[in-house]
């Protein structure tokens, strides 16, 4: 028969459930740990021969177990009170089996030297380490407290007068997930409080506090720690306090404290404070009379702040963005965060531009289950007029806006997000041409737009079709360029049939209404039908795609005078035929062990009737700039108001090196030319040039290559050649080289040029031929330094595009950038020769520090955009 004991764990319980711990019916205790709290439940229950009156006590019945483990049942028994003795001391030694409390080492953070493979994937971009909690490999570690047993072990337990219980040497306490250790423990029944001392430290997941000292009230289960030092792991947050409370329900509130994101021994910036409150059920920290010093030193004070632990949104100050240009002079923007509900939230930024005034930007977002809508605004009053002395009216004299409201107004809504129906708009103005040449947007790099897109529409989709209904208009915000059509409304209904036996059936019909706001330009309805049907079969070893199409299109027009010719043909319908057939042969590759090397022929070949189409207009068309994938296709006309006369024949033929274990493809080659049966005769224009008369009666046509590959795991480079073979000249090239070893080393290096018809200007051809270089980079100096830069130039004209260079430095807790550009000021379409278009100068400065706020401004999209492979890693 196992034995059987009556013991007393009282003081034992209080400690456990005032730290958080729960008791459930059964509480596990090692067995070495409880013959020392049996000597002791004896000792000051059982000793003592005066009787006095009859009392309650609560005991334990408890019994060995089948797994060796000690199994105790609460009981309620009478006994007699009675006179205790004063002291009572039994010994105890620990056993290797006992769950304790992980010693702590440098808080926890190890260097990436000292970390697994495994460790190493969660350390954050340009971080040397990270916080990682040691391994809890006890039982009952992944458990809840409530649902756990209870663990205790200590060196020696001591009963003392008046209801005090005492745990000496190494006291370790487990029950779940939740452990605390010290050197001792005092438990006052009677004051219902313990008092730990020595080396204290509390673990939960993602948490770990130490303190010299900890009381903890048995009631209230509230535990503060003196002399106290914590860190959250996940956060990466770190810091120390005079004093530390924890609450039941999780909050830190931690007095004359210091807040980091630094690693330990880092203190490039710290916020110190008379008391934070961090609440991590929330993910909110709240922050009183707060000082936040860099090195010691403090550089702003915070008379309250509320900040996000983690990746939620909290009302506050964004890190300011601030410039200095040639035109605008100092330029000092706020951004003031807003969050108005956990669907919604607003930016506020007020900017401050010396030579311009006082501006303000908003930015309104709103998110759903099935939606998102942004909405912008920006507003800057009398407009200063700018200090470039270039930019003076001949008429005035003055400055050009001098006096001027300058604004920017615009929204973005996407309705419908995983539903069969979507409502879509993106709606844009400002005030005049000039406004992002002179003012830029805070969260995006400006200067390249030619117009604001006004878009409006619906959808709705089935299996089969895709119904669409939009309206479409554009702001144009260059000088010189003529206004577009407006679109009011265009509407579409795409149909898509794949069957079984691999027929597939397009319908697409589409009508659109064109509007012009100079009553010179012709006006109307286009209606444009697509049908086709096709075999697609596809074998391992190939494909075969035969088709038949047939296009139709057809105007009910409003004014046939003006600048475009009269209409001959209001409708015309055209037949396409095509076939489109290819084999993929494989082998393995001869002079590359370990590869294989596919070799695939392609044939494609396209019939299209010839249909007067001159005296159509022309909406919203352009032609493809040639290409290896336009030898492809069965149109040349990019929109709906021109049918290609084809018939031509393709022959292409691709060889790849694919890695055979991996199955990732190393290297590709692609080389295509079309055959010409017919003198193509169906132009934009209603009277062609010789030029293009003749380049549309060649045989055959340019020269298409296309190359791929990976060098290693680092470098790739990709290439894009047309070549005419008539003119025996590159009528188009793009080459690049491109390295990322993902250890913030960048590099990119790119050709491109585009052969285009010149372009008169006082009577004398002007080259328009594109021949740009690019190369941009960031390379890491020294520590956490980069060099970050870009050199984008234009040999046509022998001139900079834009070029800039700076320092940016990243760690785990602080980035600064700082970088002076040079950028082409292209403002119109019309300023003639090319040359002598303008340069702005600009020092852009920005710094973050992480964990406290965060930034995405113009330094950020300005390196984005100019640094292929470029992006913040940082989770702020």
């Known amino acids: 028969m196992s034995p059987i004991f009556n013991l007393k764990l ?43 009156a009859d009392e309650v006590h609560v005991t334990w019945n408890c019994a060995a177990g089948p797994d060796n483990q000690w199994l105790c049942n609460e009981e309620q028994i009478v006994a007699s009170s009675r006179n205790r003795p004063a002291r009572a001391n039994t010994p105890n030694l620990a056993t290797s089996d006992e769950p304790r409390v992980a010693a702590v080492r440098n808080l926890d953070w190890l260097e990436e030297d000292q970390m697994t493979g495994e460790q190493r994937l969660r350390i954050e971009g340009n971080c040397c380490g990270a916080y990682v909690e040691p391994p809890r490999d006890y039982p009952d570690a992944d458990l809840n407290p409530e649902e756990a047993s209870l663990q205790v072990n200590a060196n020696s337990t001591e009963a003392l007068e008046n209801n005090v219980a005492v745990l000496e040497g190494d006291v370790q306490i487990s029950q779940g997930y939740r452990q605390i250790r010290s050197n001792s423990a005092r438990i006052d029944q009677t004051n219902r409080n313990v008092d730990l001392q020595g080396n204290v430290q509390f673990r939960e997941p993602g948490m770990l506090l130490l303190g010299s000292n900890a009381e903890i009230d048995i009631d209230s289960k509230e535990v503060t720690i003196n002399n106290a030092t914590y860190v959250l792991h996940e956060a990466a947050v770190r810091g120390s306090a005079k004093t530390l409370i924890r609450t039941n329900d999780g909050v830190i509130t931690i007095n004359d404290a210091t807040y980091s994101t630094c690693e330990p021994g880092d203190s490039t910036w710290q916020m110190a404070t008379t008391e934070i409150a961090i ?62 509900a956990p669907d919604y939230d607003a930016t506020i930024t007020p900017r401050l531009m010396q030579e311009r005034g006082v501006g303000i930007e908003v930015e309104l977002r709103h998110l759903s289950r099935h939606s998102e809508t942004t909405a912008t605004a920006a507003f800057l009053g009398s407009d200063k007029g700018g200090s470039d002395e270039e930019n003076i009216d001949v008429d005035t004299g003055l400055p050009e806006h001098l ?26 103005n400002v005030s005049d041409n000039d406004y992002f040449n002179d003012f830029g947007s805070l969260g995006q790099e400006s200067r390249s737009r030619i117009n604001l897109r006004r878009v409006a529409g619906m959808s709705y989709k089935t299996d089969n079709w895709d119904y669409r209904v939009e309206a479409q208009d554009h702001q144009i915000i260059v000088d010189g360029l003529e206004e577009q059509y407006s679109v009011l409304p265009k509407v579409t209904a795409n149909g898509h049939y794949r069957f079984d036996n691999n027929l597939v059936v397009d319908l697409n019909n589409q009508t659109a209404r064109f509007d012009h706001d100079d ?30 199409r047939l296009k139709h299109l057809a105007y009910n027009l409003d004014n046939q005078t003006g600048s475009q010719q009269n209409i001959n043909n209001s409708a015309i319908t055209i037949p396409v035929s095509s076939l489109d057939a290819s084999l993929f042969l494989e082998r393995p590759a001869s002079f590359f062990d370990g590869y294989t090397q596919t070799l695939e022929p392609r044939l494609y070949y ?115 050649v047309v070549y005419d073979t008539h003119d025996n000249d590159l009528a188009k090239s793009s080459i690049a080289l491109r390295y990322n070893d993902r250890q913030n080393r960048l590099l990119n290096v790119s050709y491109n040029s585009t052969r285009r018809a010149p372009r008169l200007f006082d009577g004398a051809p002007l080259d328009q031929n594109i021949k740009q270089a690019d190369i941009s980079g960031l390379v890491p100096l020294q520590g956490n330094f980069n060099l970050v830069g870009r050199w984008n130039h234009d040999f046509t004209n022998s001139r900079m595009l834009d070029v800039f260079a700076g320092f940016e430095y ?59 492979g470029y992006g913040s890693q940082e989770n702020l």
């Open 10 to 52: 009282s003081p034992i319980s209080s400690l456990i459930q005032s730290l958080g711990f729960a008791c459930s019916e059964q509480v596990k205790v090692s067995r070495h740990a409880l013959l020392a709290t049996i000597i002791l439940s004896f000792l000051s229950v059982g000793l003592s021969f005066n009787v006095s």
């Open 810 to 868: 990243n760690s785990c807790c602080w980035r600064a950038s700082l970088v002076a550009r040079r950028s082409l000021d292209r403002k119109d379409e019309i300023l003639l020769p090319e040359e002598d278009l303008k340069l702005t100068n600009g020092i852009f400065f920005q710094i973050q520090f992480k964990g406290l706020a965060g930034a995405n401004g113009r330094v950020d999209s300005m390196l984005k955009n100019g640094i292929y």
């Open 403 to 428: 006096g001027e409201d300058r604004y920017l107004a615009g929204l973005t809504h996407l309705g419908g997000i995983g539903k069969a129906w979507s409502t879509f708009l993106d709606l844009n």
């Open 279 to 340: 609440d991590q059920q929330s993910g909110f920290a709240t922050v009183k009379n707060a000082r936040l010093r860099v090195k010691d030193i403090p550089v702003f004070y915070f008379p309250w702040i509320k900040f996000p632990i983690n990746d939620q949104r909290s009302s506050g100050l964004l890190f300011p963005t601030i410039n200095s240009s040639t035109d605008n002079g100092f330029d000092y923007a706020q951004p003031i965060y807003w969050n108005l």
């Open 519 to 548: 009553p010179g330009f012709v006006t109307g309805d286009r209606h444009r039908l697509d049908y086709g049907i096709s075999w697609d079969k596809r074998w391992t070893w190939g494909y075969f795609r035969p088709q038949y």
């Open 606 to 720: 396209v019939k299209s009737k010839f249909r007067d189409q001159s005296g159509l207009p022309d909406f919203d068309t352009r032609e493809f700039t040639p290409s290896y994938d336009l030898l492809f296709r069965d149109e040349r006309f990019n929109g709906g108001d021109r049918i290609s006369d084809e018939e031509r024949l393709t022959i292409a033929l691709t060889t790849r090196y694919i890695d055979s274990k991996s199955g990732q493809e190393r290297f590709s080659a692609s080389i295509a030319q079309a055959i010409n049966y017919i003198d193509r005769r169906v132009t934009l224009s209603s009277n062609p040039s010789e030029d293009e008369i003749g380049e549309l009666a060649r045989r055959q046509s340019p020269l298409a290559i296309k190359l791929a590959g990976r060098l290693n795991k680092s470098w790739r480079f990709s290439s894009d």
